[in-house]
C-alpha cells in the first residue's frame, strides 16, 4: 500500500482543515486507514482510524467531538477532517494503513505502510 498525504497549513485557532489520504496498492481495499500527528518533540499520537468497509470509526479522545474520519473508497481516499482547531493540535499528521482487523489498535508499530506526513500550524 502506497499512502499520500495533502491537505495541511496554516490557520487561526477555531477554523477547520480538511486532510486526505490517497491510497494505492492492491491489498488497499481491505486495508484501515489511521491518523497519526506528531508535534515536536513528542511521542507519534493516534488520532483515529477508520475500517476498510468505512464503519468501525474511532476517534481519539484527545480530538473526539472536534474530529471526524471518512472514506471515499471509489477515490481511494481517506479523510481527516478537523474542526474547532486549537493551537496544540499543530503537528505532523501522517496517515498510515494495516491489514483490516475488528481490534482497535492504537499503536504506530501496528501500521506498516504510511505516508510522508503533511504539516498543520494553527495560529493563536
Known amino acids: 500500500v502506497q499512502l499520500q498525504a495533502s491537505g495541511g497549513g496554516l490557520v487561526q485557532a477555531g477554523n477547520s482543515l480538511r486532510l486526505s489520504c490517497v491510497a494505492s496498492?492492491?491489498?488497499?481495499?481491505?486495508?484501515?486507514v489511521a491518523w497519526f500527528r506528531q508535534a515536536p518533540g513528542k511521542e507519534r499520537e493516534f488520532v483515529g482510524r477508520?475500517?476498510?468497509?468505512?464503519?468501525?470509526?474511532y476517534i481519539a479522545d484527545s480530538v473526539k467531538g472536534r474530529f471526524t474520519i471518512s472514506r471515499d473508497s471509489a477515490k481511494n481516499t481517506v479523510y481527516l477532517q478537523m474542526n474547532s482547531l486549537k493551537p496544540e493540535d499543530t503537528a505532523l499528521y501522517y496517515c498510515?494503513?494495516?491489514?483490516?482487523?475488528?481490534?482497535?489498535?492504537?499503536?504506530?508499530?501496528?501500521?506498516?505502510?504510511w505516508g510522508q506526513g503533511t504539516q498543520v500550524t494553527v495560529s493563536s
Open positions: 496498492g492492491r491489498t488497499y481495499s481491505r486495508s484501515d
Open positions: 498510515a494503513a494495516r491489514t483490516s482487523t475488528l481490534q482497535i489498535l492504537t499503536g504506530a508499530r501496528n501500521y506498516p505502510y
Open positions: 477508520i475500517r476498510w468497509s468505512g464503519d468501525g470509526t
